[in-house]
């Protein structure tokens, strides 16, 4: 495949890391671009394919990449942005998408004036359909934007928006929200059990349900309120289902609360 991104460094290549750098391969990725992982089983998928160094000390002298992702946890900032501080400058990007690390932490650590984009993504950039809302910071030219928007493309939907305290909400709400959606399973596939249904065929119903309700969503043009009134016969047992998870202090008192106590996580990880 024909080299179409410029060469990276990757820090981390776990669970969201390593999704993107799948995702880069398949536009064509330059082999001189450098993964940072402390373990060797966490790349092994990539061999031959990336430069694999186990710590931001072992880089190549002299290799000067158009971007650094920061993909490690929040808590490895303070011991991996330090060592990074000698590839700061105009000319290199860092794209972060450690959850709650603000630029004005990030850039202490990296020693001050870095270029940083602060992204926000979520898992199923795993199979090329994650959502990722991202946040420019000073002193980011639009072709660094545009490289990480590419960046970013490559596992699933990109947005941005133009402030960096969304961000917050954002965690809250995309980052965090496939977990919502997989509870929802779990507890239909519970509900089920508790009436009577084998646990197999309950495990079936739930998964499939909340994942062609899914797809349903997603091909259709139609907003979700119209999708779900489509299920909902007056007097049938779908609306008699919605009038308790929709009465006020349920579902829509609870998703409120639930999302308003991850933004103030996300804040208070701001560092
Ligand atoms: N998972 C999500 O749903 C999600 C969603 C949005 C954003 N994020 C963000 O994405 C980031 C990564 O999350 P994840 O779920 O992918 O975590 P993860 O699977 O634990 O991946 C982090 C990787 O970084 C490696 N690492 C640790 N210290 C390092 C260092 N100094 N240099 C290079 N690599 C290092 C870890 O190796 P070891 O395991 O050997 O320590 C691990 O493989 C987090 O900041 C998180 O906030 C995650």
Known sequence: MSTTLPPLILIGCGKMGGAMLAGW?????????????????????????????????????????????????????????????????????????????SIASMNVMLGGDARIIRAMPNTPAAIRLGFTVAFPGHGVTEVQRELCDRLLSAIGE???????????????????????????????????????????????????????????????TDDAAMLRRNVTSPSGTTERALAVLMRKEAWPALMEEAIEAATARSRELAG
Not at 82 to 94: E, K, Q
Not at 163 to 168: P, R
């Open 158 to 220: 990109a947005a941005w928006v133009d402030q960096e305290s969304l961000i917050d909400p954002v965690t809250a709400v995309s980052g965090g929200g496939p977990a919502y959606v997989f509870l929802l399973a779990e507890l239909m596939e519970q509900a089920a059990i508790s009436q009577g249904l084998p646990p197999e065929l309950a495990r079936r119903m739930a998964r499939a349900t909340v994942g062609g309700s899914d797809a349903l969503l997603s091909a259709s």
């Open 25 to 101: 391969l398949e536009l064509g990725l330059p082999a001189e671009t450098v993964v940072v992982e402390p373990s060797a089983a966490a790349v092994s998928a990539f061999a031959g394919r990336i430069r694999h160094v186990t710590s931001i000390a072992a880089i190549p002298t002299g290799f000067a990449p158009a971007a650094i992702i920061l993909a490690t946890k929040p808590q490895e900032a303070p011991n991996a942005l330090p060592a990074l501080a000698h590839l700061s400058g105009p000319r290199t990007v860092f794209l972060s998408i450690m959850a709650g690390r």
